[in-house]
């Protein structure tokens, strides 16, 4: 007997795998806007959640010092405290910020309670004094401005640093006004720094989508990124260049619909900013004035609406700003700007080219395997991975939010793009802006293009924000979500926020000394020994180090240190070596160096970091005993400091010799 089909199931109307497939992938990344981008009107702030997470995130903030201190003490319960305490103080407040129907005060406020509580986070690894690289070459010159009075001084640690001085004149203006020391002044202005940022962001976000809800969940995104947590809060340039760039750009957006003496206004404030940023930091100056440029670029493409001469007039005359004026500093500074670049980034890009053409790495470019706990290792890549996924679903959705408001079905709204139609350049540049994601993580595989990587994160997550911000409003969550759509979502973005903490230093814990590993290197020995040579010795002597010691001398010693004994000749070549040949020999003698530190500790284990001296000098063992203690044996070398692990050696002797 012949079986009947439903009559549904016939031939004609026989469902086709590939269709089926291809709707649903159009479905989850295409350009359909659903509507939950504003916030109700009437919503209120909840005072009761903002009371609840300010006793949370105090509580969190409470483990996190209780880590710290087990650290010190090498207790074994250190990781649980500390990192229950990190999980506490981010998955709650981002779980609120994300919530829908929440009003746009209170995700505001709790933006800025959890920025600050992330920089407290950091502040209390070191609450007494500086402690990372960057933060040591800076104190280094606002110490030089108080003491001469003058700008623009030497430091061959940091020779590019003088010429940018925005930060140090700010904190020593704190400290002339306050009489704060200079730590205290640089704290608060790192503090006010963080706030400023925040809002800055969230005021350029919402200028541009018009929705508080999507400009909160981009400002939570962007802490996600493995710089905002330590090294935009460092003591450093790049924590006032981006604010300033920020400041910058929300500045412009606010002022995208003003016309005659307030769009003028507005054109003076920017320009004030750009010139503060041209003297404040390089690579921040060249974002904004790639920004801007890319911006003008768009503007002049649109063919939507008339011709709105004096948007497009007003978006040159703003980028021709952002590319003269720091382009006028470095010419009038002669600043060595392509030398102090050019060598890392033609580096950077060889290796990743290589990489990808399949030319064999060699093995100093291997990363090897990173000095992380696995627990932390694998939150940063679920935190990539789910980055990964709101830019798939957030992309053509952020490009749609940008269409002419009347195309909002299908892809048409995407084809209005490509045919150069679009009410907001600003969105579009951001979500092209967005891709520079993938290329960082790429640059980050090499040792050679890390730098390149960390670097472009810190702005290209300007972008990766609002995309990912995007994504979750109008794909995940919407306007009323039920169920899994309000969990998940926040719980993804708790996860983002929590990779960048992970992946912003090797060990968050403030534990016992280890070789060379910066601000892990840093400890009342080494802190001691520079101040004995300032007390006994006087300041000024010059000194050459391995790079910690460095540090220690140039800031608590106030020694003038040296990274070259004479031109050519870095310090690596005098220590490591078991007899001082001939060339470094003569090198030394003829050098102005007066004194040796060695640091014998740096025998005990393998560099944290891969280099005891310069970067590019990796070195995978412990130096010998033999290596650094061999001028004992030299004529004219007086051992005149020991205490067991550190030594100072006069060297004058070799001058008077020749």
């Known amino acids: 007997m012949r079986l009947m089909m439903p009559a549904h199931f016939t031939a004609g109307t026989r469902i086709n795998p590939l269709r089926a497939g291809i709707r649903f992938v159009s479905a989850v990344i ?35 010092v209780a880590g710290h201190a087990a650290g010190r003490r090498g207790y074994d319960v250190a990781p649980l405290l500390f990192w229950s305490g990190v999980v506490l103080l981010v998955v709650p407040t981002s779980l609120r910020i994300t919530w829908p129907m929440v009003a746009r005060g209170e995700r505001l406020f709790l933006l800025f309670l959890l920025a600050e509580a992330l920089f407290y986070y950091k502040t209390v690894y070191s609450p007494t004094s500086f402690i990372n690289h960057d933060e040591f070459l800076h104190w280094i010159a606002a110490d030089d401005l108080m ?59 919402e200028s541009i989508t018009g929705s508080p809800r999507i400009s909160a969940i981009a400002c939570l995104a962007y802490m996600g990124c493995s710089t905002f947590v330590l090294f935009e809060s460092m003591f450093s340039y790049e924590s006032l260049g981006i604010v300033l760039c920020v400041l910058a ?63 497009r007039t007003a978006a040159g005359f703003t980028a021709l700003l952002a590319i003269a004026l720091p382009s006028l500093w470095v010419q009038a500074r002669g600043i060595p700007l392509t030398g102090y670049l050019g060598p890392m980034v033609e580096s950077g890009f060889d290796t990743l080219l290589g990489k990808i053409l399949g030319a064999p790495t060699p093995r100093s470019e291997y990363p090897g395997a ?8 694998l939150t940063t890549l679920l935190a990539i991975l789910l980055l990964a996924l709101g830019l798939a679903t957030g992309f053509f959705r952020s490009l749609a939010m940008a269409a002419p408001s009347g195309a909002r079905s299908g892809w048409r709204p995407i084809r209005d793009i490509l045919k150069r139609r679009w009410r907001d350049s600003r969105l579009v540049l951001l979500a092209l802006l967005a891709f520079g994601l993938p290329v960082s993580v790429a640059f980050r595989l090499t040792i050679a293009g890390w730098e390149i990587g960390n670097r472009m994160g810190t702005f290209v ?25 309000r969990i998940a979502p926040a719980v993804a973005l708790a996860v983002i926020v929590l990779g960048g903490v992970a992946s912003s230093t090797i060990n968050p814990i403030h534990g016992r000394y280890r070789v060379a590993a910066d601000q892990a290197s840093i400890e009342p020995m080494g802190i001691e020994t520079a101040r004995w040579a300032k007390e006994w010795l006087g300041a000024g002597n010059r000194f050459t180090s391995d790079r910690i010691n460095r540090l220690l001398l140039a800031s608590y010693g106030r020694q003038d240190v040296r990274v070259r004994i004479i031109e050519g000749v870095y310090s690596a070549r005098i220590f490591e070596a078991e007899t001082l040949g001939p060339d470094e020999f003569w090198a030394l003698a003829r050098s102005d160096i007066d004194f040796l530190m060695i640091d014998l ?38 051992r005149i400091y020991d205490n067991g692990w550190i030594v100072i050696y006069d060297v004058r002797g070799l001058h008077e010799n020749l």
């Not at 030497?154 to 003088?162: A, V």
């Not at 990766?464 to 009323?480: C, D, E, K, N, P």
Request: net charge positive; with cysteine.
């Open 30 to 64: 295409g350009p359909d806007l659903r509507d939950g981008g504003a916030d109700a009107p009437s919503q209120r702030a909840n005072s009761g959640w903002i009371a609840v997470l300010c006793l949370t995130i105090a509580t969190a903030l409470l483990l996190v």
């Open 147 to 205: 003491t001469a009075r003058r700008l623009f001084l030497s430091n061959p640690l940091f020779p590019i640093g003088p010429t940018y001085p925005a930060l140090e004149i700010l904190t020593t203006a704190i400290v002339n006004l306050t009489g704060l020391p200079l730590f205290a002044a640089g704290t608060l202005l790192l503090a006010v720094l963080r706030g400023t940022f925040i809002g800055a962001l969230f005021l350029f976000f």
């Open 249 to 311: 750009f929300a500045v412009e957006a606010a002022s995208k619909d003003l016309v005659g003496r307030p769009r003028l206004k507005a054109l003076g404030l920017i320009a004030l900013l750009l010139a503060s940023l041209a003297v404040t930091h390089h690579l921040s100056a060249t974002f904004t004035a790639t920004y801007f440029g890319a911006l003008a670029a768009l503007e002049a493409l649109r063919r939507q609406g008339p011709l709105r001469i004096g948007a």
């Open 370 to 377: 990173p000095d992380k706990a696995l627990y932390m290792r």
């Open 461 to 485: 997550f300007i972008a990766v924000g609002l995309v990912v911000a995007v994504s979750i409003v109008h794909f995940w969550q919407g306007r009323t979500p039920r169920g899994w759509r």
């Open 601 to 638: 500790r740096l025998t005990t284990a393998p560099p944290v970091l891969g280099f005891y001296f310069e970067p590019w000098q990796r070195q995978g063992t412990p130096l010998s005993g033999a290596e650094l203690l061999k001028f004992n044996d030299i004529k004219g070398v007086t």
